[in-house]
């Protein structure tokens, strides 16, 4: 049987360099002796001078087409954008759409099926059985004979099932970034693939737009409980929640969730599911924005004859609850282990009105990172430990949040008490004129960077699409962001911030009304891994142009010359916009003093010449440049970026900054204040905890990089010359300078003394003494051999239990990086890798697993396994034995090793290392000890490479290898008899870990 019928008349279509389809040659030998028919005519709307050059198609049957050419390289971004959200779920049955979500990626009737007569019969089953189901809530007895009949037959309907085969596809054609996310109003599925494979990817969202099979629900349903897991143990979800509930009691912005409540979840409806699907995925409610290297008129041409075909459709219109005016305030209080916050909202109309425009320059002039209100007189003074503002921008209402963390000893009420005072100063006018052109010139720069990428072109597009702004309208609200004014932004805050905000306050503790999501009885499901699709097999045959890859060449890349003696330059021209980048990079860093990281985060806090430290924020600002210092373990990294036509005054000013920074005792002595409450609210975050604290006391011991910090009486002894004298000797040791910006090419002329372009801008304002300082020798830290089999756990109070298996590998070699990268690639990359497959889709065993063998950054160290998985604290059992029995014996799927050698091929052929990335590839590869594109050893290796091969490695490297176990979850709810069994069982605290 054809799957593709529109193939049966046209022949297979591949983007060739005239970007008009081509038949296949024997489809042209078969065809009749007759006048061909007129090429169908597109019509389409531009919008002059359109910086992204977008046309605006719109299918027969109401498919939105967006479409953008940018060659930057030969990918295509692409989005499918349905009007589809939380706030369109039935008051009844809520998280539908982003289950929705979910089963999208299950397949069709063609697609992820080995027989879909028999399996539909099983499917239909367990449908009508999930409604008996939501019936007997009041009946627990009855509901278990009910789910174990549900779970009895899914394991015979998934005999005939092919898991992830959407994902497989992605795979073997080399996208990128495969996913999706629900939200309030939209439901947005995303892939980045090669330009070569544009009509496979047509084809398969054509197929799974226009049909939606519930498969494999109940293990997927299992994934989704774990997604509201990871939510309930979220301080932060929980407070935004309780804010969004009490600013829209009516609205279900407020209402209801997007991840839906318990009840919901644990009653589901496939007949309602459906029933979504049939309402809202219609042509006049998606669309297809697709940004990258694509031909205009092949394009829409391909969409046309896949999406043309399924049938108009209108969806049901949202009616708009109207919320009542806010009078006074509203208090809330939310309570959790995480370090605590408050956090205000206020409601203000939707995005696409001018409010809405106001809103964005309301945001920008409390926080812009530089020279925002908030940025200035609370973080740059250090009156809070941290804040800001952020916004939820939406089509009927928008929030508007600011959000504050106290220092040591500060209440959460004085923290609001300073939030609320910034809104007063917007209220009475009370800041730089000159602040709001500069907040639209540092906004123009920052979409000029934005649209560097596809992914933040094509965003754009879906965004005006889920607005139901035109295009035109939707590039309007930046020139009406231009033209604001200061008098329009006072009048606005104090039409908007009275009284009518909901005050959230978090405060740490344990939250007395904890729950989760029980465990069902699932019975592990078959993989199927060697089985696939007719259709899976007619689309991956599909023939495609082939890509070559384009390896970097360092030498002729990037142009290396001195500034000086001793002082090289490395320099890549940016032929595409104004913009620069410009680094000093010093092989220096807190390994050797861990003082650096200290002067370097002090140097935020400082001014210097006429200048404060909140001016010197201004005047970078203006300039529409920034600056950044930052020490890590072995380097420092200083930064300037902006407009390059004013590199010269933000050079002179950023060179006086460190080469004469003015000490500051009263700055000096809130950073140390503020350091040690970060210090303390550190050990309140799981992600610290397990990923930073523990995993470093593992691999190095108790003395670590992540424990090598000034203790906290040195902190309190340390003098302000001290820092600032440090930060002098940054342009005195040895470094290096990279350029990328549209300066003409640097040279040096051999027969007279005059040097051009960027080396002079440097030689006169980089201010260096004669002759450079050599950097000290670097210290590393040893690495534990990892011996004995250990499991450390550290208690906290949470509802899954988190888990990583780690094994020491050996030193870095350049000759494994093929082997690791096909290795990763099958075994724990992405959705379609075995440990994703066994653990998610199989065994329901969690939302999140994952392996990875990573490879040393930098030559002389060890390589490391790391295999993560988290899931609820019952699961515990099933989930490390099942991890551990995958990297014991790795399963051997053909199929998986094929898809996965084609999409590195792929991936490598179609990837380009462009603009500044050039200049950080060469850093990375000198760290390697590498002169030369690494990619290219990779390209040539993995497709030879056989499963016995692979096989090798795994039994080499991590079957059987000694692996130290660490967990992280609640000492209640923890199996401490399971955990023996992978070795001594010992405890850590967080004095141990965090070494304070």
Not at 543 to 551: N, R
Request: proline fraction near 5%; charge should be neutral; charged fraction near 25%.
């Amino acid at each position: 049987m054809l799957l593709f019928p529109a193939l049966a008349v046209l022949g297979f279509a591949t983007q060739c360099q005239s970007g008009k389809p081509a038949a296949t040659a024997s489809a042209a030998a078969t065809a009749p002796a007759t006048t061909p028919a007129a090429p169908k005519q597109y019509r389409y709307e531009t919008v002059p001078g359109d910086p992204l050059q977008v046309r605006i198609y719109k299918l027969d049957n109401g498919l939105t087409v967006y479409l953008s050419d940018y060659k930057d390289a030969p990918r295509i971004q692409t989005y499918v954008a349905v009007r589809a959200g939380s706030k369109n779920d039935p008051a009844t049955a809520t998280g539908l759409a982003h289950y929705l979500e979910h089963m999208v990626f299950k397949g069709t009737s063609k697609l992820g099926t080995q027989d879909w007569a028999k399996e539909k019969v099983e499917l239909d089953k367990i449908e009508a059985l999930y409604e008996v189901y939501r019936g007997q809530r009041n009946d627990p007895a009855a509901r278990k004979r009910t789910y174990h009949q549900i779970d009895s037959i899914s394991g015979v309907a998934a005999t005939y099932a092919v898991p992830n085969e959407y994902d497989k596809v992605m795979g073997a054609i080399g996208a990128k970034g495969s996913n999706a996310h629900t939200s309030s109003e939209e439901t947005v599925y995303q892939e980045d693939i090669p330009s070569n494979q544009l009509e496979k990817w047509t084809a398969i969202q054509a197929e799974r737009m226009q049909e939606m099979v519930p498969r494999l629900f109940h293990t997927e349903l299992e994934a989704v409980y774990e997604e509201k897991n990871r939510g309930l143990d979220s301080d932060f979800n929980k407070e935004f929640e309780a804010l969004n509930a009490a600013l829209y009691p009516t609205h279900p912005y407020g209402t209801q969730t997007t991840i839906g409540t318990i009840d919901h979840l644990q009653n589901p409806s496939i007949t309602e599911i459906k029933k979504y699907f049939g309402q809202y995925y219609v042509p006049s409610n998606v669309a297809l924005c697709l940004s990258g290297d694509l031909d205009y008129d092949a394009t829409i041409q391909l969409i046309d004859r896949y999406f043309g075909a399924l049938p108009a459709k209108a969806a049901p219109a949202f009616i708009v609850p109207v919320e009542k005016p806010l009078t006074a305030p509203i208090t809330r209080e939310i309570v959790g282990p995480q370090s605590e916050n408050v956090m205000l909202g206020f409601r203000l109309p939707g995005k696409s009105t001018r409010d809405g425009v106001r809103l964005r320059m309301m945001d920008k002039i409390l926080t812009n990172g530089q020279a925002g209100l908030i940025d200035l007189d609370l973080n740059q003074q250090q009156k809070v430990l941290q804040a800001a503002s952020f916004t939820d921008m939406n089509s009927d209402y928008s929030t508007h949040i600011v959000y504050g963390t106290p220092r040591q000893g500060q209440k959460l009420e004085e923290v609001k008490s300073l939030l609320l005072g910034e809104l007063t100063k917007i209220k009475t006018g009370n800041f730089p004129d000159w602040l709001i052109p500069a907040i639209i010139n540092n906004d123009k720069l920052e979409r000029t960077k934005g649209y560097e990428s596809n992914e933040a072109r094509a965003s754009a597009m879906y965004e005006a699409f889920i607005q139901r702004a035109d295009w035109k309208d939707y590039l309007q609200q930046e020139k009406d962001f231009a033209s604001i004014t200061k008098e329009e932004m006072v009048k606005f805050a104090n039409d908007n911030y009275g009284a009518n905000y909901v005050n959230v306050f978090k405060r740490t503790g344990t939250d007395p009304n904890k729950v989760k999501v029980v465990k069902p009885a699932i019975t592990p499901v078959p993989a199927n891994r060697d089985v696939a699709s007719n259709y899976y097999k007619q689309l991956t045959a599909m023939p495609s142009s082939e890509l070559q890859p384009v390896f970097l060449d360092y030498k002729k890349d990037i142009q290396e010359t001195e500034i000086k003696p001793g002082l090289p330059l490395y320099y890549t021209k940016n032929s595409e916009n104004g913009l620069f980048n410009l680094y000093y990079i010093l092989d220096i860093g807190t390994n050797n003093d861990p003082r650096w990281g200290l002067a370097t985060d002090y140097l935020q806090y400082l001014g210097a010449g006429q200048y404060s430290a909140a001016q010197l924020q201004q005047e970078f600002y203006k300039l529409g440049c920034s600056f950044n210092v930052s020490s890590g373990g072995d380097r420092t990294f200083v930064t300037l970026n902006g407009l390059d036509t004013n590199l010269e005054p933000a050079l002179k000013l950023f060179e006086q900054l460190i080469n004469a920074p003015k000490p500051d005792a009263a700055a000096l002595k809130n950073m140390v204040s503020g350091t040690l409450k970060q210090r303390q609210d550190a050990k309140l975050e799981k992600g610290v905890i397990l990923n930073q604290a523990m995993v470093n006391y593992v691999k190095y011991g108790s003395k670590n990089p992540f424990t090598n910090i000034i203790s906290e009486k040195e902190l309190k002894d340390i003098k302000p010359e001290q820092l600032t004298a440090l930060i002098k000797k940054l342009p005195t040791y040895q470094h290096r300078v990279l350029y990328y910006g549209p300066r003409e090419t640097p040279t040096v002329h051999a027969h007279f003394p005059t040097v051009t372009g960027i080396i002079q801008v440097i030689r006169d304002l980089h201010r260096t003494p004669a002759k450079l300082t050599p950097a000290p020798d670097a210290k590393d830290f040893a690495e534990q051999p990892l011996k004995d089999k250990k499991v450390y756990w550290v208690d906290y109070n949470m509802v899954q239990a988190e888990i990583l298996f780690l094994t020491k590998g050996e030193l870095y070699s350049k000759e494994m990086v093929p082997t690791v990268a096909l290795y990763n690639e099958y075994f724990g990359g992405g959705m379609g890798s075995i440990v994703f497959q066994d653990l998610r889709e199989s065994k329901a065993l969690a939302y999140s697993a994952s392996s990875r063998y990573s490879n040393a950054d930098k030559a002389g160290r060890s390589n490391y396994n790391m295999s993560y998985i988290g899931t609820q604290s019952d699961k515990l059992p099933e989930a490390m034995a099942g991890m551990e029995a995958l990297l014991t014996d790795m399963p051997v799927a053909e199929a998986n090793l094929e898809i996965a050698k084609n999409a590195i091929r792929n991936s490598i052929s179609t990837e380009r290392i462009t603009k500044g990335n050039v200049l950080l590839s060469y850093e990375r590869a000198r760290r390697l000890g590498l002169d030369y594109d690494l990619r290219r050893d990779v390209y040539a290796s993995t497709q030879k490479m056989t499963f016995d091969e692979l096989k090798k490695f795994q039994n080499a490297k991590i079957k059987g290898q000694n692996q130290v176990i660490l967990v992280i979850g609640s000492k209640d709810r923890l199996n401490f008899k399971e955990l023996a069994k992978y070795g001594t069982v010992q405890q850590l605290t967080l004095k141990e870990i965090f070494g304070y």
